[in-house]
């Protein structure tokens, strides 16, 4: 079954211990990307990565990193978790863009994390 | 800067009803629009796109129209059933741009039996 799986799916932990949140897809996409939706917010993308070993910014990259090392996988990185890094995130992956066409992104089931 | 957003936070139909979702955008370089759904605990799933150059598509019971003149975007959905009821929203980029999507707030949908 083609997915995008994410682990774990809730986290509570304190602020400034390092916590890695991992994505994985099976679809062999070239394009992922981390989100954090927030009420009233939407989803707001943190980080994406074209291939492996490409990674850009999104509109909120302050407070995390992402590695790709593989292209099935897409860790997110909090170094230095902080109580406003509190959100649920959605790792998503798509086919390669092409010309600037953003294909369909398929989502994780989400990861609630709580940091206190 | 501009934004996605959506006119109506929750929206509530009898089931069988059709439910129309708006949504504005304000950015004229957009080009390329997706809605997804959202269903409780559950990440987002694509429902429809449709591309700057074409005015309505149709999907399986969802029809999505854009009026690129007013910068407005609507979700159609035919005969609504409860399995419908979740969040949508919409999505916008720019063809040759940056690879950040803008999306919309969301609105709830709310299906009676």
């Known amino acids: 079954e083609a997915q995008v799986t994410q682990n774990p799916r809730y986290l509570i932990t304190v602020t400034g211990k390092k916590l890695t949140v991992t994505c994985s897809q099976n679809m062999n996409h070239e394009y992922m990307s981390w989100y954090r939706q927030d009420p009233g917010l939407g989803l707001r993308q943190i980080y994406y990565?074209?291939?492996?070993?490409?990674?850009d910014k999104g509109d909120v990259p302050e407070g995390y990193k992402v590695s790709r090392k593989e292209k099935r996988n897409f860790p997110l990185i909090l170094e230095s978790p902080s109580p406003n890094q509190t959100s649920l995130y959605f790792c998503?992956?798509?086919?390669?863009?092409?010309?600037?066409?953003?294909?369909?992104?398929?989502f994780g089931p989400g990861t609630r994390l709580t940091v206190l | 800067g501009e934004s996605v957003g959506l006119h109506l936070p929750t929206l509530s139909v009898q089931e069988g009803d059709n439910s129309i979702i708006n949504c504005a955008y304000s950015?004229?370089?957009?080009?390329?629009f997706i809605w997804y759904k959202q269903e409780s605990g559950k990440g987002p799933q694509f429902i429809i796109d449709i591309r700057s150059n074409m005015d309505k598509r149709q999907g399986q019971r969802v029809t999505v129209l854009l009026n690129k003149t007013v910068k407005h975007l609507s979700l159609q959905i035919a005969a609504t059933q409860p399995g419908d009821s979740a969040v949508y929203f919409c999505?916008?980029?720019?063809?040759?741009?940056?690879?950040?999507?803008?999306f919309g707030r969301g609105t709830s949908l709310i299906v009676h039996p």
């Open positions: 999505a916008e980029n720019i063809r040759g741009g940056s690879y950040i999507p803008t």
């Open positions: 950015n004229s370089a957009s080009d390329y």
């Open positions: 998503a992956s798509s086919l390669s863009p092409s010309a600037g066409n953003t294909d369909t992104q398929y």
């Open positions: 990565s074209m291939n492996v070993e490409v990674t």
